[in-house]
């Protein structure tokens, strides 16, 4: 995008700074204690349907959870970062691996810029909610324009139910579930996102999606707020 006074700085971070290279490390020390990450990318990459031939955009890579498991399953993946201490992080553990086939770039929904043909799926979890919604829009729209007409989009965030009038008690309680589940440190990094970072509604979420050009084929609820989207580009 073109860098006006006016657009938003995605490189600025909402909530938490992952951009010490510590903070990194114990980031991923701490979700791997409760999440499976080879497991999660295989189901995506089934849920997908993608296969050796296809390349993959991880939009908000992180610590490579998605995208260095889901290297050995497909042609190339495109591991695409805000935070250049992910990046690292996520380059040096690839290249323990021996993992040949995932490209390094920094940007975000706003910024990347993709030097090669448009690619078969995108995928993004737990990045979305960085952006305002109007930014949101924008971003998914960019994303429209990475995939190949038919292409998917796996989106995977904090989303909240528009069908509950008050919203305190289900927030109470998904933090209390991180703290039980995770921790007190996770669960004030719950409570930061509610207060600084910009989840929003299911209602909002979905109608950006369709406005920027997805079919929505499949939304699924997990724990808490998660909500995952699989979406299709319209030609």
């Given at each position: 995008?073109?860098?006006?006074?006016?657009?938003?700085?995605e490189?600025?971070?909402?909530?938490?700074?992952?951009s010490?290279?510590?903070?990194?490390?114990?980031?991923?020390?701490?979700?791997?204690?409760?999440?499976?990450?080879r497991?999660?990318?295989?189901?995506?990459?089934?849920?997908m349907?993608?296969?050796?031939?296809h390349?993959?955009?991880?939009?908000?890579?992180?610590?490579?959870?998605?995208?260095?498991?889901?290297?050995?399953?497909?042609?190339?993946?495109?591991?695409?970062?805000?935070?250049?201490a992910?990046?690292?992080?996520?380059r040096?553990?690839?290249?323990?691996?021996?993992?040949?086939?995932?490209?390094f770039?920094?940007?975000?929904?706003?910024?990347?810029?993709?030097?090669?043909?448009?690619?078969?799926?995108?995928?993004?979890?737990?990045?979305?909610?960085?952006?305002?919604?109007?930014?949101?829009?924008?971003?998914?729209?960019?994303?429209?324009?990475?995939l190949?007409?038919g292409?998917?989009?796996?989106?995977?965030?904090?989303?909240?139910?528009?069908?509950?009038?008050?919203?305190?008690?289900?927030?109470?309680?998904?933090?209390?579930f991180?703290?039980?589940?995770?921790g007190?440190?996770?669960?004030?990094?719950?409570?930061?996102?509610?207060?600084?970072?910009?989840?929003?509604y299911?209602?909002?979420?979905?109608?950006?999606?369709?406005?920027?050009?997805?079919?929505?084929?499949?939304?699924?609820?997990?724990?808490?707020?998660g909500?995952?989207?699989l979406?299709?580009?319209?030609?």
């Open positions: 995008m073109n860098r006006s006074g006016w657009c938003f700085d490189m600025r971070h909402a909530g938490v700074d992952y010490d290279p510590s903070l990194v490390a114990r980031y991923d020390e701490r979700h791997q204690n409760f999440r499976d990450y497991r999660d990318a295989e189901a995506v990459v089934s849920l349907g993608l296969q050796a031939r390349s993959v955009v991880d939009m908000g890579c992180g610590t490579g959870a998605f995208a260095l498991n889901a290297a050995p399953l497909v042609k190339t993946v495109y591991a695409v970062d805000v935070s250049a992910m990046l690292e992080y996520c040096r553990r690839a290249a323990e691996r021996n993992l040949g086939n995932v490209v770039r920094q940007g975000g929904f706003l910024s990347y810029e993709h030097d090669a043909d448009p690619v078969d799926a995108v995928v993004s979890t737990a990045a979305l909610h960085h952006l305002p919604d109007f930014w949101k829009c924008i971003g998914l729209r960019r994303v429209h324009r990475l190949k007409p292409g998917k989009f796996y989106l995977f965030d904090i989303v909240f139910p528009g069908s509950e009038a008050d919203l305190r008690p289900p927030i109470e309680a998904w933090i209390e991180m703290r039980r589940k995770a007190d440190e996770f669960a004030a990094e719950a409570e930061t996102h509610i207060r600084d970072e910009f989840s929003t299911d209602w909002i979420l979905e109608g950006l999606l369709t406005r920027a050009g997805f079919r929505i084929d499949r939304i699924s609820r997990g724990e808490g707020f909500a995952a989207y979406c299709v580009r319209n030609s």
